[in-house]
């Protein structure tokens, strides 16, 4: 159980375009999901956290206008990076959790390569 | 804000031989600890959690760790490693959600990188 996924696996994009990247609780409902960036070698960043049915809350230093979040169902949140650029190359992570529990479970990652 | 130490970037272990990983962590409170196993390609596993209460943990893989308050310390342990352990180990720690329990977006410490040799 607690099984989360994560589409596309991995995904190359032109300077300038925008990419959407789905996790999905396969099991369970998940109330608050998370998503996470990592670089390489490095540990892993909270970018925002996602309430179903709410807007996302932000960590400081993270642009809202940039990575759009969207937790429109119990099972599915998106993140869009809009107008990529080779700077937001990076690895995603998201992980989600059912509401009142501690223990998050994480997605498999997305890597994200902008030419 | 909480902040997550872990001094070792690369630990080299013989198969076979005993291990400890070291965490410690900076939380005004008592913390949610976690940690987590990432192998290439794999995603995030968590091997253990402490919440309250036995302060020693067993998780997954023979895998335990010591909750210590006095070190503000979360030290994961191995008596036997295996092949198969080698892979990058993170320690984290939650965040108390002020509203309907649970914990927060976890912060992580850089990681540890596990090296096996035969």
């Known amino acids: 159980g607690a099984v989360v996924s994560q589409h596309p696996s991995r995904v190359i994009c032109k300077s300038g375009t925008s990419v959407k990247i789905e996790c999905r609780s396969l099991?369970?409902?998940?109330?608050?999901m998370f998503w996470y960036r990592q670089f390489p070698k490095q540990s892993l960043m909270l970018m925002a956290t996602?309430?179903?049915?709410?807007?996302?809350?932000?960590e400081q230093g993270v642009e809202k206008d940039k990575f759009l979040i969207n937790h429109a169902s119990l099972t599915l949140s998106t993140l869009t990076v809009t107008s990529a650029h080779p700077e937001d190359s990076s690895f995603y992570i998201c992980?989600?959790?059912?509401?009142?529990?501690?223990?998050?479970?994480f997605g498999p990652g997305t890597r994200l390569l902008v030419l | 804000a909480q902040s997550v130490t872990q001094p070792d970037i690369h630990i080299t272990v013989s198969e076979g031989a005993s291990l400890e990983l070291r965490c410690n962590y900076s939380y005004g409170a008592t913390p949610y600890l976690f940690w987590y196993v990432q192998s290439p390609g794999q995603g995030l596993q968590l091997l253990l959690k402490y919440f309250s209460g036995d302060t020693l943990v067993q998780g997954i893989k023979g895998f335990e760790a010591e909750f210590k308050r006095s070190q503000s310390s979360f030290n994961l342990r191995k008596p036997s490693v295996h092949w198969s352990d080698a892979a990058e180990y993170f320690c984290?720690?939650?965040?108390?959600?002020?509203?309907?329990?649970?914990?927060?977006?976890?912060?992580f410490g850089k990681g540890t990188h596990l090296i096996i040799q035969p």
């Open positions: 992980s989600a959790m059912t509401s009142g529990q501690e223990t998050q479970y």
């Open positions: 984290a720690v939650g965040r108390v959600m002020y509203s309907g329990g649970g914990a927060d977006g976890l912060t």
């Open positions: 996602s309430n179903e049915g709410s807007k996302a809350t932000y």
């Open positions: 099991d369970f409902q998940a109330t608050t």
